[in-house]
Nanobody, 127 residues
Framework: QVQLVESGGGLVQAGGSLTLSCTASGRAFSSYAMGWFRQAPGTEREFVAGISRSGGSTDYADSVKGRFTISRDNAKNTVYLQMNSLKPEDTAVYYC????????????????????WGQGTQVTVSS
């Protein structure tokens, strides 16, 4: 069982930056690929970024590529999402998720491949 707790959300002006953190309980954090998803009102949850178990592979949605950076610190059981050049359309609840994958380099994109989810943190970008 893994419990995930996100933090770092808030209100920021367009063009600004935020860093989200997600800390996991348990000792098997390095066994999980980690992902960030987001959901805006009236829309489906969408993949934002993911990182493999070792951190050697990353993947990004086209809408955030070049602006967001995902990273992880396995010693701290924490995954981060650095968000730069934020746009109003980035406004959403952001969720981190953990996927119990066998491959050390695989980064799932589908929400159904993730086994554990955090409670979410709100990010609001004003224009």
């Amino acid at each position: 069982q893994v419990q995930l707790v996100e933090s770092g959300g808030g209100l920021v002006q367009a063009g600004g930056s935020l860093t989200l953190s997600c800390t996991a309980s348990g000792r098997a954090f390095s066994s999980y690929a980690m992902g960030w998803f987001r959901q805006a009102p009236g829309t489906e949850r969408e993949f934002v970024a993911g990182i493999s178990r070792s951190g050697g592979s990353t993947d990004y949605a086209d809408s955030v590529k070049g602006r967001f950076t995902i990273s992880r610190d396995n010693a701290k059981n924490t995954v981060y999402l650095q968000m730069n050049s934020l746009k109003p359309e980035d406004t959403a609840v952001y969720y981190c998720a953990a996927s119990n994958v066998y491959s050390g380099y695989y980064v799932p994109r589908l929400s159904g491949r993730y086994d554990y989810w955090g409670q979410g943190t709100q990010v609001t970008v004003s224009s």
